[in-house]
C-alpha cells in the first residue's frame, strides 16, 4: 500500500501541516520528555556517591556507560526499523517503543544495579522501535516533493525539544533535590502519558504507518534490483552519514563533558538562589523552541535561494565548532583548576550549537525521507539514526578525557576537528547535490 499517497489524500491542515503532525509532534514530546529527563542525571547519578544515592562510580566509567548506553539508543534504531517494514508497521512499533522505554525507566527508579542496567536494555530496545518509526510517519504524511516537508520536520522537531526543555527542569529537580528514584520515575510517567495520547488520537494520521508491508513482499521487492538512480542517492545518504557522526560527536557533549562542566566548574546561580546543575540542559531546547518557527519559516521564504540539504548540514557543522572554540575560552577563563566561570559561557555554547542542530538535524530526517527507495525508507531511515549512536559512542570516549585532559585542550580540540570537518564538506557538496538528483 503506498501509504504516502493515502496519508496526503485525507489531510486535514493544522496551521498548513497535515493534522497528524500535532498528534506525533506532542508523541515525541513525551517520548524526549522520558529521554532527556533520564539523561539528564544519568552521568550526575553515576559519579554520586554511595552515601547520596548514587552508584560512586569514576568519571571515565560513567560516561563510558553514558556513551554506550546512548549510543545503543540509536543503533537499534535499524532493526526497529526493519520490523516495522515487516511485521508491525510504524505505528505498531511506536506503541511497543513506549511500552518498552515505560517500562525501562521504572526499572531504573529502583536504584539496583542488576535492574538499572535491565532498564537500560529495554529504553534502548524501545527508542529503537519508536524513534526512527515516528520519523518515518511524518514523511508519510508529505507528498515526495512537497515544500512544506522541510518545514513539517523542523516543528516536529520543535516537539521533541518542548519535551527535552521540560524535563530536566522536573526530573532534574527530583534527581537532584529530592531523590534519584523520583527523577528516574518521572521519566516514565512521561513516556506513559505519551502512549495513552498516541493511543487516543492515532487516527488522525490515517493510514500513514499503519500496515507493513507483509515479508514476502518485501523480500520480493528487495531482490529487484537498485536502480542507478537510487543507488546514487543511498550514495548521498552515506555520505552525508559520515558528517552526522562527527556533528553528533561533539553536540552529543551536552549529556557528558558539558554537563559535567556545569556541575563543577560554573556557577549555578540566579540572583543568590542556587539551581541544579542539570537545568543546564534544558537551554539547547529554550533556543530550539524559540528558532525552530523562525527556521521554518525561513527555508519557505527563501524559496528558490534555499540552501540545498548538504549546504544546511555545513551550517551545522560551523555551529557546533563554534560552539567548543566558547567552551575553549571559557576552559582559559577559569584560571585555576578549581575556577569557575559565569553560566553565559554554557548559555553561548548551547545558543551556537543550537543554530547548527536546527540546520542539520530536522534536515537530516527529512532528506532521508525523500531519498531513501520507498521500499527501503524505514531501513534507510534506521541506517541514519546509526550515525546518532556512532556519534553518540564518539562523543562518549571523548568525554572520558574530561579529567585527563586540560579541558581547553580538550574542547579546543573538538572544535578544530569539527571546523576541519565543515571545509571539506564544503568541497563536497556540488559531487553529493549530483548523487541526490532530482531531491535537494
Known amino acids: 500500500m503506498n501509504t504516502t499517497t493515502s496519508a496526503a489524500s485525507s489531510k486535514v491542515s493544522f496551521n498548513q501541516h497535515p493534522k497528524g503532525l500535532w498528534l506525533l509532534f506532542m508523541t515525541e514530546f513525551w517520548e524526549r520528555f522520558s529521554y532527556y529527563g533520564m539523561r539528564a542525571i544519568l552521568v550526575l547519578f553515576l559519579i554520586a556517591t554511595v552515601e547520596d544515592g548514587g552508584f560512586g562510580m569514576t568519571t571515565a566509567a560513567a560516561t563510558a556507560i553514558y556513551g554506550w548506553y546512548t549510543s545503543s539508543v540509536y543503533l537499534t534504531a535499524i532493526p526497529g526499523g526493519w520490523l516495522a517494514d515487516r511485521y508491525l508497521g510504524q505505528q505498531g512499533a511506536v506503541l511497543l517503543g ?140 552515506f555520505v552525508l552519514f559520515i558528517f552526522s557522526c562527527l556533528f553528533w560527536a561533539g553536540f552529543e557533549q551536552a549529556g557528558s563533558s558539558l554537563n559535567l562542566f556545569a556541575e563543577k566548574f560554573t556557577i549555578n546561580s540566579i540572583f543568590g538562589w542556587e539551581f541544579p546543575s542539570s537545568w543546564h540542559q534544558s537551554t539547547n531546547s529554550i533556543f530550539i523552541i524559540a528558532l525552530a518557527p523562525i527556521i521554518a519559516w525561513l527555508w519557505i521564504a527563501l524559496g528558490r535561494r534555499e540552501p540545498s540539504s548538504p549546504a544546511k548540514f555545513v551550517f551545522g557543522l560551523l555551529f557546533v565548532g563554534l560552539g567548543f572554540l566558547v567552551m575553549a575560552a571559557a576552559a582559559v577563563a577559569m584560571g585555576s583548576p578549581d575556577g569557575k566561570v ?45 550515525s546518532i549512536s556512532f556519534g553518540n559512542k564518539l562523543g562518549g570516549w571523548i568525554a572520558g578525557f574530561f579529567e585527563q585532559l586540560p579541558l581547553d585542550r580538550l574542547f579546543g580540540t573538538v572544535a578544530l576537528t569539527t571546523l576541519a570537518a565543515t571545509v571539506v564538506l564544503i568541497l563536497l557538496v556540488k559531487p553529493i547535490k549530483k548523487l541526490m538528483g532530482d531531491i535537494k
Open 98 to 237: 513506549g511500552i518498552f522505554i515505560a517500562a525501562g525507566h521504572f526499572c531504573l527508579a529502583f536504584i539496583n544495579m542488576p535492574l538499572f542496567y535491565t532498564g537500560l536494555v529495554l529504553i534502548a530496545i524501545g527508542t529503537g522501535l519508536l524513534k526512527p518509526n515516528i520519523s518515518t510517519i511524518v514523511g508519510q504524511l508529505y507528498e515526495k516533493n512537497d515544500p512544506r516537508r522541510d518545514g513539517g520536520f523542523s516543528i516536529f522537531y520543535m516537539g521533541i525539544n518542548l519535551g527535552a526543555f521540560v524535563s530536566p527542569l522536573i526530573c532534574g529537580y527530583l534527581g537532584q533535590k529530592v531523590s534519584w528514584h523520583w527523577g528516574f520515575a518521572m521519566a516514565g510517567v512521561g513516556m506513559v502519558f505519551g502512549l495513552i495520547q498516541f493511543w487516543i488520537g492515532r487516527k488522525q494520521l490515517g493510514t500513514a504507518g499503519l500496515y507493513p508491508q507483509a515479508a514476502k513482499a518485501v523480500e520480493q521487492k528487495a531482490k529487484v534490483p537498485l536502480t542507478l538512480e537510487e543507488k546514487k542517492k543511498i550514495g548521498a545518504i
Open 342 to 386: 559565569s553560566a553565559m559561557w554554557l548559555t553561548t555554547c548551547y545558543f551556537l550549537h543550537t543554530i547548527g542542530e536546527l540546520c542539520l538535524s530536522p534536515v537530516g530526517l527529512s532528506t532521508v525521507t525523500k531519498l531513501a527507495p520507498p521500499r527501503m525508507v524505514g531501513l534507510m531511515m534506521g541506517v541514519w539514526f546509526l
